[in-house]
């Protein structure tokens, strides 16, 4: 690793440029073999984990660098140079390397801005994020599949193989995760289990029981915050308002939450750090409608607003602002919509673009930044992983493929909205 002057947060450190560095720019220090492919200082990314918010330390290049030429990183303290910075408000890393934006869907804050001109650096806390991994787990081939993918979310690519699930078995979005741990509940092999699972995401081997459901079931949707995970709705022969709930920290039986604000079966579900939502689903028509719920307060959810198109078997994921709602199955067969909300504000979600594939069940997981959409069933299984930037309208485009083909598989993400 490059020498540092001794770092008192008030003063600058000297490294040498790994790339071409502009003063200003968010920087940090990799150690050779990491990120990058020697020990230097380098752009700083929010749409790379590794370099973002693995990263430690994060500071302000004082002037400009060209690549092997030492650089002056200042970690603290008001630094000046910028321009069109809003005083009193915060900076984040931005997806563009070296930039930092006020949009707070970035997992990485770098400071405060006291002037247009002058950004006062705060050391960074430590990270509530994992590294970066989405898991999709279990799902239906030609039958109940135990097969558990994980991906890397930044980076495009196929999936590779985890472990395997305790009970083979198709979920359908009941997967939700905190930093470290990824939870999977209930389900059906043919008959509905009250199975609930666990994995440690940033390692990789077979899933261990956690405990069991409140209530039988499967077809419910999964979401968390940091600490605390949801299943809302399902089916066990009859189809059920349940919301139940475990401390996702703690091994054990799950407890009851509340009740759906409308009764229901295959919703998607995502959340940011304080509330969840449960979307679209099956009671007894396809359904349009979005609850939501308090996450750290126990009780039955309330409305929301609509999707654009009334559908079940559709794939949830979200930033800690907005959620994505997509694909399904609406009135007239296999979906390709793409729907928004903003988290925070209730109301009735709005047109964000469309999937490569209409499909149902395009089980979804996400970073801050990136949602992925993987597997589903257009009459026959699909390996397909689609992505979208959550903060850009558009549609989706092409990230790569599972291991095997299948659907109803329950998704989670170690970076996703509702650690924001």
């Given at each position: 690793?490059?020498?540092?002057?001794?770092?008192?947060?008030?003063?600058?450190?000297?490294?040498?440029?790994?790339?071409?560095?502009?003063?200003?720019?968010?920087?940090?220090?990799?150690?050779?073999?990491?990120?990058?492919?020697?020990?230097?200082?380098?752009?700083?990314?929010?749409?790379?984990?590794?370099?973002?918010?693995?990263?430690?330390?994060?500071?302000?290049?004082?002037?400009?660098?060209?690549?092997?030429?030492?650089?002056?990183?200042?970690?603290?303290?008001?630094?000046?140079?910028?321009?069109?910075?809003?005083?009193?408000?915060?900076?984040?890393?931005?997806?563009?390397?070296?930039?930092?934006?006020?949009?707070?869907?970035?997992?990485?804050?770098?400071?405060?801005?006291?002037?247009?001109?002058?950004?006062?650096?705060?050391?960074?806390?430590?990270?509530?994020?994992?590294?970066?991994?989405?898991?999709?787990?279990?799902?239906?081939?030609?039958?109940?599949?135990?097969?558990?993918?994980?991906?890397?979310?930044?980076?495009k690519g196929n999936a590779t193989d985890?472990?395997?699930?305790?009970?083979?078995?198709r979920i359908e979005e009941g997967g939700?995760?905190?930093?470290?741990?990824?939870?999977?509940?209930?389900?059906?092999?043919?008959?509905?289990?009250?199975?609930?699972?666990?994995?440690?995401?940033?390692?990789?081997?077979?899933?261990?029981?956690?405990?069991?459901?409140?209530?039988?079931?499967?077809?419910?949707?999964?979401?968390?915050?940091?600490?605390?995970?949801?299943?809302?709705?399902?089916?066990?022969?009859?189809?059920?308002?349940?919301?139940?709930?475990?401390?996702?920290?703690?091994?054990?039986?799950?407890?009851?939450?509340?009740?759906?604000?409308?009764?229901?079966?295959?919703?998607?579900?995502?959340?940011?750090?304080?509330?969840?939502?449960?979307?679209?689903?099956?009671?007894?028509?396809?359904?349009?409608?979005?609850?939501?719920?308090?996450?750290?307060?126990?009780?039955?959810?309330?409305?929301?607003?609509?999707?654009?198109?009334?559908?079940?078997?559709?794939?949830?994921?979200?930033?800690?602002?907005?959620?994505?709602?997509?694909?399904?199955?609406?009135?007239?067969?296999?979906?390709?919509?793409?729907?928004?909300?903003?988290?925070?504000?209730?109301?009735?979600?709005?047109?964000?673009?469309?999937?490569?594939?209409?499909?149902?069940?395009?089980?979804?997981?996400?970073?801050?930044?990136?949602?992925?959409?993987?597997?589903?069933?257009?009459?026959?299984?699909?390996?397909?992983?689609?992505?979208?930037?959550?903060?850009?309208?558009?549609?989706?485009?092409?990230?790569?493929?599972?291991?095997?083909?299948?659907?109803?598989?329950?998704?989670?993400?170690?970076?996703?909205?509702?650690?924001?």
């Open positions: 690793m490059p020498k540092l002057n001794k770092i008192n947060y008030a003063a600058t450190a000297i490294a040498t440029a790994g790339e071409a560095i502009s003063a200003n720019d968010a920087v940090y220090v990799a150690s050779a073999g990491t990120a990058d492919t020697a020990a230097a200082a380098y752009k700083a990314d929010a749409d790379i984990v590794t370099k973002s918010t693995e990263v430690s330390i994060i500071g302000f290049a004082t002037a400009a660098a060209a690549s092997g030429t030492p650089v002056a990183i200042q970690f603290a303290g008001i630094l000046g140079g910028f321009s069109g910075l809003t005083a009193g408000r915060t900076y984040y890393l931005s997806s563009t390397a070296g930039a930092i934006t006020a949009d707070a869907t970035s997992q990485q804050s770098v400071g405060v801005a006291v002037s247009a001109a002058k950004l006062l650096i705060l050391a960074p806390t430590p990270s509530r994020f994992g590294i970066g991994r989405g898991i999709h787990a279990g799902g239906w081939i030609s039958a109940a599949s135990n097969v558990i993918d994980y991906i890397t979310i930044a980076t985890f472990g395997d699930l305790s009970v083979a078995r939700l995760a905190s930093s470290s741990r990824g939870i999977f509940g209930g389900g059906t092999t043919g008959s509905y289990v009250n199975t609930i699972d666990y994995i440690t995401i940033a390692t990789t081997g077979n899933a261990e029981d956690f405990g069991d459901l409140f209530v039988t079931r499967g077809y419910s949707g999964g979401l968390s915050s940091a600490t605390r995970g949801l299943f809302g709705g399902g089916y066990d022969g009859s189809i059920l308002n349940t919301i139940d709930y475990v401390t996702i920290a703690t091994l054990g039986n799950a407890a009851d939450f509340g009740d759906l604000f409308s009764t229901r079966y295959a919703p998607c579900a995502c959340s940011s750090p304080t509330r969840g939502l449960f979307s679209g689903g099956y009671d007894g028509a396809r359904s349009n409608v979005i609850d939501y719920v308090t996450i750290a307060t126990l009780g039955n959810a309330a409305d929301f607003g609509d999707l654009t198109v009334a559908r079940s078997t559709l794939g949830g994921c979200s930033s800690a602002t907005r959620g994505i709602f997509a694909g399904g199955v609406d009135a007239s067969g296999y979906a390709n919509e793409i729907d928004y909300v903003t988290i925070a504000s209730a109301g009735n979600a709005i047109d964000f673009g469309d999937l490569t594939a209409a499909r149902q069940s395009p089980n979804g997981c996400s970073s801050l930044i990136r949602g992925l959409f993987g597997g589903g069933w257009d009459d026959s299984s699909s390996n397909i992983i689609e992505q979208v930037t959550i903060a850009t309208l558009g549609n989706a485009t092409d990230f790569g493929d599972l291991t095997v083909a299948r659907y109803g598989t329950a998704p989670c993400s170690d970076v996703h909205g509702g650690l924001g």
